[in-house]
């Protein structure tokens, strides 16, 4: 039996508050001792999570970003992936040909300077310029009524778009979640390496369909934010709650699911 690891970031293996991952180093350790891959799943740009991929170790998986809507490759530079090309310019080209009164009625990050950013999402100016770096989806706020926002809708869905309205941003993309994200890799994870067990932990409402698609979910309770409602899967116990919040009950809930059966 081979596992793979699904993570969500901000909350779940990073403290809610100081952004440690201090508490989970033993079961990381663990992960690395049995070559156990940790993907890790979050709202973040390609350019934020590079560098704490190659800072834990796991350059050599996968890495699904901004909410699913794209992939790092293993060993990708987002640089790589920036360019032309690219879903967001694809999506920022869709915008820019949108009759004007439409178009008045959106704004997202691609229309915001990186200090704009920081004002608006709270975040510090050089983490601002790396969530500003975008690839596959563009996050904004939508100003209209209803009636406005249908029309908006039925012309980028015409155009292959969906917008998802998140707890703050409406988030362009061509539709892509977590959790098909999470289907392609375990599909290429059953191939190279049958049978295939796969774990995701969250903590939030944007995680559901990713412990839900998984063979074992772990909810990291997050003191700071709503608790998730129950899940489908907690009474037959393929969810679990974790006993701490963060990065602390991160690394319970793996040792004590992989610690057993990956030594043996
Ligand atoms: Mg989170």
């Keep these: ?7 969500d970031l901000d909350g779940t293996l990073l403290d809610h508050a100081s952004y440690s991952y201090a508490p989970a180093k ?10 156990i891959p940790l993907i890790l799943a979050s709202s973040k740009t390609a350019f934020e999570i590079a560098p704490l991929r190659d800072e834990l170790g796991f350059a050599h998986c996968p890495a699904i970003v901004e909410n699913g809507a794209g992939l790092l490759p293993a060993h990708a530079d987002p640089e790589s992936l920036a360019g032309a090309q690219s879903d967001y310019q694809r999506i920022r080209t869709i915008l820019d040909a949108m009759p004007a009164d439409l178009r008045a009625l959106f704004a997202g990050f ?11 999402t709270g975040l510090p100016k050089d983490n601002a310029a790396l969530a500003a770096r975008r690839l596959f989806s563009e996050p904004g706020l939508f100003s209209g ?31 892509a979640t ?17 049978p295939v067990k796969s ?10 369909e990713m412990l839900e ?17 129950p899940l489908s899967g907690e009474d037959e116990g393929r969810i679990m709650r974790a006993d701490n919040p963060g990065p602390t009950g991160w690394n319970e809930a793996i040792l004590n699911h992989i610690g057993g059966p990956a030594t043996a």
Excluded: C
Aim: proline fraction near 5%; hydrophobic fraction near 40%; charged fraction near 20%.
């Design 26 to 35: 033993p079961a990381l350790a663990l992960l690395h001792k049995h070559d």
């Design 110 to 120: 691609g229309d915001w300077s990186v200090e704009e950013i920081a004002q608006n």
């Design 199 to 208: 774990i995701a932990l969250g903590d939030a409402a944007n995680d559901i």
């Design 178 to 194: 977590k959790a098909d994200q999470m289907r392609g890799i375990l599909k290429q994870q059953s191939l190279a390496a049958p």
């Design 145 to 175: 009524n209803a009636h406005q926002k249908q029309r908006f809708e039925s012309y980028i869905e015409e155009r292959g778009l969906k917008a998802r309205q998140g707890g703050r941003y409406y988030t362009l993309s061509f539709g």
């Design 1 to 7: 039996m081979s596992f793979v690891i699904f993570t």
């Design 213 to 229: 698609t998984a063979d074992f979910g772990v909810i990291i309770s997050n003191p700071a934010g709503k608790p998730l409602p």
